[in-house]
């Protein structure tokens, strides 16, 4: 098992949701946790809660992003752990009323989710590439992506989200094949429908008509278990390369 304690791991999208959860089994790990986010007030609240640091980050911007990994790795040394989970999830039909899809919110969804995906990863890469191993198998560091069940079963609205999870999915094979001979694993989770801030926005019932549509457990899945799955990759060596669906077995209807 890889033991990355006392090591810089990178949550973005850390602030709330899936990312704040996972930062908190990270930092609960032994791990020494950066959180990569826009809103300052939330990512710094979870950085002082962890014992952290806050970065605040727009992961479309590449720029932006080398300040917060060179901040990472200044505040908390070497950075073994990266999990993406920074995105947005707009709603736009293809055609609607007569009108196109607004192209600028289509590259404004590929360009924070997938590229900015690509930016953390590319980027962190690097940085974990040039670290000596720090563990069995000459292990540098892992890389856990977070694409969607919208990748396969994208619903009616949907078009560029799925689109960019898509792309998330096709990056972790490749990136995977790109970093094994740096000794970095790379893993992609895509989950279903979880209780993130959007779902808690809801009322009660429309929350528990969601969750009856998941065949077991018929419910919404908690952040926590997301975080114990990204966890799991990243202490298990043999997960490489592949797209995990934590979903209860839901399959998505056209809406």
Sequence with gaps: MNDFTNAA?????????????TARALALSGMR????????????RLAQELDGVF?????????????????????LGPLR??????????????VSRGAAHDPALFAKTLAINLTGTFNCASQAAAIMAAQDPAGPDNARGVIVNTASIAAYDGQIGQIAYA???????????????????????????????FLTPLLQSLPQDAQDSLG????FPPRLGNPSEFAALAL?????????????RLDGAIRMAPR
Excluded: W, Y
């Design 163 to 193: 689109a960019s999870k898509g792309g998330i999915i096709g990056m972790t094979l490749p990136m995977a094949r790109d970093l094994a001979d740096k000794g970095i694993r790379v893993c992609t989770i895509a989950p279903g429908l």
């Design 212 to 215: 009856k549509q998941v065949p």
């Design 55 to 75: 970065c605040k980050v727009d992961v479309a911007s590449p720029e932006s992003v080398a300040d917060g990994l060179a901040k990472t790795r200044d505040d």
């Design 9 to 21: 791991a990178v949550v973005t999208g850390g602030a709330s949701g899936l990312g704040a959860a």
């Design 232 to 244: 799991h990759i990243v202490t298990n060596p043999m997960l490489n390369g592949e797209v995990i």
């Design 33 to 44: 946790v950066a959180i990569f986010d826009l809103n300052v007030e939330e990512g710094n």
């Design 81 to 94: 752990v990266l999990v993406n989970c920074a995105g947005i999830g707009p709603v736009a039909k293809t």
